[in-house]
């Protein structure tokens, strides 16, 4: 199983829809989890931690299941804009710095 | 700006011939690390550094040094560039990442390709 899991995509969907990707986990230690956006050819951007209680920032609401090991992302009345690559970040465990990058789930958003 | 730079941004070189590309933050990170970006793959770390002189080895250093001589800097050398480290290379800073603050700023990229 690899250590961090997303559907590749792309996920083609009109403008105005929701959509939502999720991003599996392997290791039950992991405590921080973020969802980053990378635009084609450019560098990824923090769009948002996940905290345990789930959060919420404009359009978008990032949930954690650590039942289930999963993350969540929602995307409410999606843009044109929103049209890029979203990665799954999540740390290796308690005290550990390492990072450990999904290789991301691709949204294509039409008019 | 805060910012990590990266440099240089676009480079064409030949199997064999040294390479060094250089990374600058100007947010007082202690943490900078380096990052190979392949098509089906995703990001993977080549090295990281938690402070000046401490560095340690990410998933896929084979073919790559780096330094951290001074806390801004982080450079990342090829000695003997091969084919297959043709990449998109990224640059990164944080606080440290087990303060819980752990957001990386990347730099814009380097995209490298050795014949």
């Known amino acids: 199983r690899k250590e961090v899991e997303q559907d590749p995509g792309p996920f083609n969907v009109p403008e105005g829809a929701t959509v939502a990707f999720n991003c599996t986990y392997s290791n039950s230690a992991s405590q921080s989890f973020f969802w980053y956006r990378q635009d084609c050819r450019k560098e990824p951007k923090l769009l948002m931690s996940v905290y345990s209680s789930g959060n919420e920032d404009g359009r978008f609401t990032a949930q954690l299941n650590r039942a289930s090991q999963y993350i969540s992302l929602l995307i409410r009345d999606s843009k044109l804009s929103d049209s890029a690559t979203y990665l799954c970040?999540?740390?290796w465990g308690i005290g550990t710095d390492k990072l450990i990058f999904g290789t991301g789930t691709r949204l294509q958003v039409f008019p | 700006e805060a910012q990590v730079t990266q440099n240089p941004r676009y480079l064409i070189t030949v199997t064999g011939k040294k390479l060094t590309v250089t990374c600058s933050q100007n947010m007082n990170h202690e943490y900078m690390s380096w990052y190979r970006q392949d098509p089906g793959l995703g990001l993977r770390q080549i090295y990281y550094s938690m402070n000046v002189e401490v560095t340690d080895k990410g998933d896929v250093p084979e073919g790559y040094k780096v330094s951290r001589k001074e806390k801004r800097n982080f450079p990342l050398i090829l000695e003997s560039p091969s084919p297959n480290q043709t990449s998109l290379y990224f640059c990164?800073?944080?606080?440290?990442?087990?303060?819980?603050?752990?957001?990386?700023?990347f730099g814009a990229g380097s995209r490298l390709t050795v014949l």
């Open positions: 970040v999540v740390n």
């Open positions: 990164a800073s944080s606080l440290l990442p087990s303060s819980g603050a752990n957001v990386l700023t």
